[in-house]
């Protein structure tokens, strides 16, 4: 099975808050030049407060469906990323991938005035760290859609 470099799989608990947050951000910063999917070990619906923050930078997750690590082992991936070594310890049958990367990314506590704080600083943080795999994508940087003060409305 050949890998496509630009196939990146990211792969979390419950694939309902990290993996698909992680994925809508690769797509949207790279325009189609990677296609990013998400998965997890034991899939659950998708969290509101991140289709609450992604909806902040125009992207719709309120459709996603979530799928088991499993469901995935028929594709080759250029690069496959854990998003936490826990989760990369439990895996089993992992797909075929170029790279693995193995991140160490925390599931957000609820907290502001309106508990999406954490959900912002864990978008920020997985910008960080996909730019950081993949320096090819270009700066990646979504701003929200709606007024917030300027301490809020950084680039992330």
Do not use: W
């Not at 992604?54 to 499993?70: A, C, N, T, V």
């Amino acid at each position: 099975m050949t890998c496509d470099p630009h196939r990146v799989l990211f792969v979390c608990t419950y694939n309902s808050v990290r993996s698909p947050m992680a994925a809508a951000i690769l797509n949207a910063a790279t325009d189609n030049r990677y296609t990013a999917e998400s998965t997890g070990l034991f899939p659950s619906p998708v969290d509101p407060g991140v289709v609450a923050v992604m909806r902040e930078r125009g992207i719709d997750l309120s459709s996603h469906q979530p799928r088991p690590l499993g469901a995935c082992s028929e594709t080759a991936y250029g690069t496959i990323v854990f998003l936490s070594p826990a989760v990369r310890e439990r895996a089993c049958r992992i797909p075929s991938a170029g790279e693995i990367h193995t991140l160490n990314i925390p599931v957000p506590g609820a907290s502001g005035a309106d508990g999406l704080d954490g959900y912002r600083q864990l978008c920020r943080v997985l910008a960080d760290a996909i730019a950081a795999c993949f320096p090819d994508a270009g700066v990646v940087g979504l701003h929200r859609k709606k007024a917030l003060s300027d301490a809020d409305s950084e680039l992330f």
